[in-house]
């Protein structure tokens, strides 16, 4: 079949509804860090003292930081660009509820790794991005206000942006199985048709 053919579970929208190539790589890369960090999150508390455990919470912290430069450069590039347009076809629930999480997404993109500098900085365990870049401390040394507000903060904005990207999905596999609207069109990789502008 020509890359061009729309097959039958991925109906082609009309030709201006996808993102640009730039907004596509950013979005996977984001998603595939996100899972990542999520996943190593969970991981890594459970480890026993050890070497492991210190290079396992270096690489958690690096994807951190990488998804909060990420999210900067991605609302930058949202800020400049105009979204392609929704399938006329979604309801007034349907967009309230688009909006409202993809809100909640943006701002957890931003508390999640914030929260978990923050935590870093109180406890006096400063982030070396990639070993390399070291950050400042934001936040004045205070083990105590750290454990006791910081470290849940991270980790519960960290379950409720996992819960929201649960959701996310499942809007998706719903536009795309049930409603067969193509919306997934809009951010699959692949050839280029029409870019957002
Ligand atoms: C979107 C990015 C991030 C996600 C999704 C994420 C997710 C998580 C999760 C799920 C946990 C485990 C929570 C628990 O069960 O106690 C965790 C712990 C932790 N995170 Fe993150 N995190 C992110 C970014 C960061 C950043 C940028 C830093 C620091 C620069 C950081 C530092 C930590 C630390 C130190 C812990 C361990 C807390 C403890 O020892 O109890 N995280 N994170």
Redesign the pocket.
Known sequence: MPADTPSPSFPAPPRTLRYDGFAIALHWLLAAL?VG??GV??Y??GLPFSPLRLKV?SW??WA??T??ALSALRLLWRAGHRPPALPPSMSRLQLTSYRISHTLMYLL?FA??LS??A??SAMG?P?AWFGVLVLPDFMPLDRVFAEAAL?PL??YS??L?GGVTLLHVAAVCKHQWIDRDGLVQRMWPGPRKETAR
Do not use: D, E, N, R
């Open positions: 996100i960090a999520l999150g969970l890594m508390t919470y958690h912290k951190g930081v998804i909060l993109f999640v790794p978990g500098w935590y870093s365990m982030v470290q991270h980790k960290a379950f942006l």
